[in-house]
């Protein structure tokens, strides 16, 4: 069973007449939420009836109800042990223990005295010798008239403290001198051309007669040809056959 506080019979406690106000909010150990419907201020404790947002309705203290500084209220017990309390603290007088506490705060009060404050100021001269630096810049022009050639210009240089600072000018020189005026190339190139001509070639042919024993070479009438060989300018007799 869930504890809940109590206070012993025969103690009486003040607690004061800043009671809360219906419609306040509640807040338990669960951070559960309520709505405080009524106050009971009978004897011999004020009562507070809570309505929770599931719709139970739970009886309290009025001493167990902490104020906040939203103006709502809070319980060190959750609705639940309450409600579940119920029954057993309709047979027992629950009168909650209370205790004062000391709390000491400071603050700033006005006294309406304070004191008044006059300053002065007052001048006076003093001599202050302090050796300050001081450049001064000698600009001289030194004449040299040397001719220099393109690329070997001389630039500025430091001789020491003196910074030089070299000036030119362009003068006109008259010369003559050897100019590539052209250059002629010369290629030889070959190429193949085809031409068509008409060439008359002689061809030579042989005719070889066989003479046989028994016939003649009238009689037989056969007469062999055997042309040249192709591409052969030149043809030689050949010999008869035996």
Same mark, same amino acid.
């Given at each position: ?89 309709? +047979?027992?007088?629950?009168? #909650?223990?209370?205790?004062? *506490? /000391?709390? &000491?705060?400071?603050?700033? $009060? @006005? %006294? ?13 001269? +003093?001599?202050?010798?302090? #050796?300050?630096?001081?450049? *001064? /810049?000698? &600009?001289?022009?030194?004449? $040299? @008239? %040397? ?18 600072? #070299?000036?030119?000018?362009?003068? /006109?020189? &008259? ?68």
């Amino acid at each position: 069973m869930a504890h809940v506080p109590t206070m012993q019979a025969g103690v009486h406690a003040d607690y004061g007449r800043n009671l809360p106000s219906a419609g306040a909010q509640v807040s338990d150990a669960d951070r559960q939420r309520a709505q405080l419907v009524s106050v009971n201020q009978a004897e011999p404790e004020p009562s507070a009836l809570l309505r929770t947002l599931d719709g139970k309705e739970i009886t309290v203290p009025v001493s167990l109800l902490q104020p906040q500084q939203d103006g709502s209220y809070s319980l060190s017990v959750a609705f639940d042990a309450l409600a579940g309390a119920g029954a057993a603290a309709q +047979q027992q007088t629950v009168i #909650p223990v209370t205790r004062e *506490e /000391l709390q &000491v705060d400071k603050r700033s $009060v @006005g %006294t309406d005295k304070g004191v008044r404050v006059h300053k002065t100021v007052q001048e006076q001269e +003093q001599i202050v010798d302090q #050796p300050l630096l001081q450049d *001064e /810049l000698v &600009v001289e022009h030194v004449p $040299v @008239g %040397t001719m220099v050639d393109a690329g070997q210009q001389p630039t500025m240089r430091h001789e020491g403290d003196t910074l030089v600072v #070299p000036v030119f000018e362009e003068v /006109l020189v &008259v010369e003559k001198r050897l100019r590539l005026k052209e250059e002629v190339r010369i290629t030889r190139r070959s190429r193949e051309v085809h031409t068509q001509q008409r060439v008359a070639l002689k061809s030579e042919q042989i005719a070889i007669e066989r003479f046989d024993d028994s016939l003649s070479a009238s009689s037989s009438g056969e007469t062999n040809r055997i042309a040249p060989s192709p591409g052969s300018a030149e043809s030689h007799p050949g010999k008869p056959a035996g």
